[in-house]
Nanobody
């Protein structure tokens, strides 16, 4: 089992950058695929990015490729989401999540979730 706490959200202007962090507790952090999802008001939760157990493989939603970078530090039990060139449409609550499955695009396959951190991008 793993508990997750996100941080790093805030209010920024279009074109700015933010780095989200997700700190995990538990002894088996390195055995989980870590994902980032986001949910805007009135919209369904959507996949943003994921990183494999060892960090060597990363996966992104098409709209985030080239702007967002996911990474992890297993020694510190932390996963990061570097977000550059932010747009107003990136405004959402961002969640990190953990799974042991390979279906990292689907939120339904992630049993462990953080509480979320708000990102607001003004135009």
């Amino acid at each position: 089992q793993v508990a997750l706490v996100e941080s790093g959200g805030g209010l920024v202007q279009a074109g700015d950058s933010l780095r989200l962090s997700c700190a995990a507790s538990g002894r088996t952090f390195s055995s989980y695929v870590m994902g980032w999802f986001r949910q805007a008001p009135g919209k369904e939760r959507e996949f943003v990015a994921a990183v494999s157990w060892g960090g060597s493989s990363t996966y992104y939603a098409d709209s985030m490729k080239g702007r967002f970078t996911v990474s992890r530090d297993n020694a510190k039990k932390t996963v990061f989401l570097q977000m550059n060139s932010l747009k107003p449409e990136d405004t959402a609550v961002y969640y990190c999540a953990a799974t042991r499955t390979r279906n990292y695009y689907s939120s339904y396959d992630y049993p462990y979730w953080g509480q979320g951190t708000q990102v607001t991008v003004s135009s």
